[in-house]
């Protein structure tokens, strides 16, 4: 059983658990660090596969 099982009821419960530990007042600003994170790392991820490809046109080209 991966992690690609989980489903629509297991996701319902995972945010239920969050909502009580985290409370209402907190979900949101963990949601916005969550995703300035993953559109950071998605930043970070694209800059690094454009700079190998630079560098292998640059020596292709040589």
């Known amino acids: 059983m991966g992690l690609g099982n989980i489903g629509i009821p ?5 945010l239920i ?3 009580i530990v ?10 916005k660090a ?4 993953l559109k950071e790392f ?3 991820t694209k800059s690094i596969g ?3 490809s630079g ?3 640059q020596s292709s080209r040589k």
């Open 42 to 44: 998605k930043k970070a």
């Open 17 to 19: 658990i969050a909502l």
């Open 10 to 14: 297991g996701l319902i419960l995972i």
């Open 55 to 57: 560098e292998n046109n």
């Open 50 to 52: 454009s700079d190998d």
């Open 34 to 37: 969550v995703g300035s994170s």
């Open 22 to 31: 985290f409370g209402p007042s907190k979900l949101p600003e963990i949601g």
